[in-house]
T-cell receptor, first 112, second 113 residues
C-alpha cells in the first residue's frame, strides 16, 4: 500500500531564501503527484500537478520535480516571501482504484 | 472553469444530531472522494465512488454513510454526531480513467457543539 512521507514536518526560514520541500512515496507506480498549499483553517489550493510521464512542472516561483525511480518529489520555492507561509501537502494518485494518498504536510514559516 | 462545489461551507450541529454534506463534482467527472481533516491533521480518506458505485473505503465510521447519485453528485450523511466529528470535510472529483487529476472543493467546516 502506498505510503507518502513529508519531511520535515515544519520548516522556518528567513525571507528571500530558496527552499526545497520533500515528498517521498513507496509505490513508484503512481499516476500523478500533486502539491497543495493550505492556509490555517482554509481549503486546499492546488499548486502543481506532475503526471507520471513528466519530470517537472513550473509555476512562477514554484518548481516541482518527480523522480519515480527514487520515490521522491520535491517542491522548490524560489525567493521565499512571508506570504508563502502555509502548510504544503503532497498527494499521490495510485493503484487500480486511483487512490489518493496524502502526505502529512510540511508547515512552512517564512520570517520577514 | 467549473470547480468542485461543496455545500454548505459551514455547519454547526449539536451532539447526536444528523448532518448531510453535499458535493457537486466537476462536470463529466465520474469519481468522487471524501476526506476528513481534523485540526492540525492531514486529510484522512473516508470513502470514494466511481460511476455511482463505492470504489474504496477508508476510515469512515459506521455512523456515516455516503452515496453518489445519478447526476454524479455525492452526499455524506453523518448521524449521531460526536464532538470529535468537528473537522473540515473535503470532497474531490476526478475523471476516473486516463489522467485522474483530483480537484478539491473548498470544504465544509462542521462544528459539533
Amino acid at each position: 500500500k502506498q505510503e507518502v512521507t513529508q519531511i520535515p514536518a515544519a520548516l522556518s526560514v528567513p525571507e528571500g531564501e530558496n527552499l526545497v520541500l520533500n515528498c517521498s512515496f513507496t509505490d513508484s507506480a503512481i499516476y500523478n503527484l500533486q502539491w497543495f498549499r493550505q492556509d490555517p483553517g482554509k481549503g486546499l489550493t492546488s499548486l502543481l500537478l506532475i503526471q507520471s510521464s513528466q519530470r517537472e512542472q513550473t509555476s512562477g516561483r514554484l518548481n516541482a520535480s518527480l523522480d519515480k525511480s527514487s520515490g521522491r518529489s520535491t517542491l522548490y520555492i524560489a525567493a521565499s516571501q512571508p506570504g508563502d507561509s502555509a502548510t504544503y501537502l503532497c498527494l499521490s494518485t495510485t493503484g487500480r482504484n486511483y487512490q489518493l494518498i496524502w502526505g502529512a504536510g510540511t508547515k512552512l514559516i517564512i520570517k520577514p | 472553469a467549473a470547480g468542485v462545489i461543496q455545500s454548505p461551507r459551514h455547519l454547526i450541529k449539536e451532539k447526536r444530531e444528523t448532518a448531510t454534506l453535499k458535493c457537486y463534482p466537476i462536470p463529466r467527472h465520474d469519481t468522487v472522494y471524501w476526506y476528513q481533516q481534523g485540526p492540525g491533521q492531514d486529510p484522512q480518506f473516508l470513502i470514494s465512488f466511481y460511476e455511482k458505485m463505492q470504489s474504496d473505503k477508508g476510515s469512515i465510521p459506521d455512523r456515516f454513510s455516503a452515496q453518489q447519485f445519478s447526476d454524479y453528485h455525492s452526499e455524506l450523511n453523518m448521524s449521531s454526531l460526536e464532538l470529535g466529528d468537528s473537522a473540515l470535510y473535503f470532497c474531490a472529483s476526478s475523471l476516473g480513467q486516463g489522467r485522474p487529476e483530483a480537484f478539491f472543493g473548498q470544504g465544509t467546516r462542521l462544528t459539533v457543539v
